[in-house]
């Protein structure tokens, strides 16, 4: 579904609900707070195959840099996937286990088995000890917040129109197999009724395929 078809959906929705009138601020505040909530569930049941599908146009790979005393997250940081030092895998522990780990003969952190702990400003990272790596190429995997998406219009006789093709339109970024869900929770936040019912009915007449609703 495109943003203007869900807006109308999100209408059509409201109309029968007779909520009235969702204005494009509300809706847009709704369908970025929807998206964001379907990545979260996506996200925890990640070992789904289909989660990993819907969840694959925000995964990013990035470089981190380093800034005293830790390797800074990355802009849009939401969920950590995977990291990587000089090209070994960085082990993630909780802050909890970092003194035992640093002072075992064991299973202290090395060039081979890095591990790292999270803070406020990042990763901290180590490979030599106790001693926190400040250099090296640092690459991290992880889910990035897509940019909001917003409905956007002008003004014709009173009434907002779709105008599609302003600077800052923005669909949504996950997949039509995410729209339904998305719509749920849109209705949801808006205050109306969503009945899987009501999609059908929609869509047909709008359309859309089934893939699309």
Not at 40 to 59: G, M, Y
């Amino acid at each position: 579904m495109t943003i203007d078809e869900v807006y109308r959906f999100i209408q059509f929705i409201a109309n029968k609900d007779q909520r009235g009138f969702i204005k494009p601020s509300e809706f847009n505040l709704a369908a970025t707070r929807a998206q964001l909530d379907v990545i979260e569930e996506k996200f925890k049941e990640r070992n789904s195959h289909k989660n990993l599908d819907d969840l694959a146009p925000v995964v990013n790979v990035g470089t981190l840099a380093y800034s005293s005393p830790s390797w800074t997250y990355p802009a849009g940081f939401l969920h950590f996937v995977s990291l990587e030092i000089g090209g070994n895998a960085v082990e993630l522990i909780g802050l909890e286990k970092l003194q035992y780990r640093v002072d075992s003969s064991i299973v202290s952190p090395s060039q081979t088995y890095p591990l790292a702990v999270m803070i406020n400003s990042g990763f901290k990272i180590y490979n030599n000890g106790s001693t926190p790596a400040s250099s090296g190429t640092v690459t991290m995997s992880y889910i990035k917040e897509p940019t909001a998406p917003k409905w956007t219009y002008t003004i014709v006789n009173g009434a907002p129109v779709y105008n599609g093709s302003a600077a800052d339109a923005q669909g949504l970024t996950l997949p039509s197999s995410t729209h339904k869900d998305i719509c749920h929770k849109i209705a949801e936040y808006v205050g109306v009724s969503l009945r899987d019912e009501d999609v059908v009915t929609f869509g047909a007449s709008f359309g859309l395929s089934s893939k699309e609703q």
